[in-house]
């Protein structure tokens, strides 16, 4: 499974972006899709993700602000970004997990300036 991922940017607080992961595959295969996020020196957290039923899981600093969406017919996953905050500055990633395995897309950069 190959992930494409766009969107970021350099963006003020306050700002909205999306994030974009389109798969190789059907998505109506993969288990969840989702991001992680990490900024240096810390760990790659998880902000998002969706399961093939629809069932969606965030990070408890995102919940109200990000909204994690699919769309099966272009297997893509969305990640809409609101009321962005200068600590929501990060690489961001999307992942897939497909029959026990997780495949990562290329990171993209978030940077919200204050």
Same mark, same amino acid.
């Given at each position: 499974?190959?992930?494409?991922?766009?969107?970021?940017?350099?963006?003020?607080?306050g700002g909205s972006l999306r994030l974009s992961c389109?798969?190789?595959?059907?998505?109506?295969?993969?288990?969840?899709?989702? #991001?992680?996020?990490? !900024?240096?020196?810390?760990?790659?957290?998880?902000?998002?993700?969706?399961?093939?039923?629809?069932? !969606?899981?965030?990070?408890?600093?995102?919940?109200?602000?990000?909204?994690?969406?699919?769309?099966?017919?272009?297997? !893509?996953?969305?990640?809409?970004?609101?009321?962005?905050?200068?600590?929501?500055?990060?690489?961001?990633?999307?992942?897939?997990?497909? #029959?026990?395995?997780?495949? #990562?897309?290329?990171?993209?950069?978030?940077?919200?300036?204050?």
């Open positions: 499974v190959q992930l494409q991922a766009s969107g970021g940017g350099l963006v003020q607080a389109a798969a190789s595959v059907g998505i109506v295969s993969i288990d969840r899709m989702g #991001w992680h996020r990490q !900024t240096p020196g810390k760990q790659r957290e998880l902000v998002a993700s969706i399961a093939s039923s629809g069932t !969606t899981n965030y990070a408890d600093s995102v919940k109200g602000r990000f909204t994690i969406s699919r769309d099966n017919a272009k297997n !893509t996953a969305y990640l809409q970004i609101d009321s962005l905050k200068p600590e929501d500055t990060a690489v961001y990633y999307c992942y897939v997990t497909r #029959w026990a395995t997780i495949y #990562w897309g290329q990171g993209t950069l978030v940077t919200v300036s204050s």
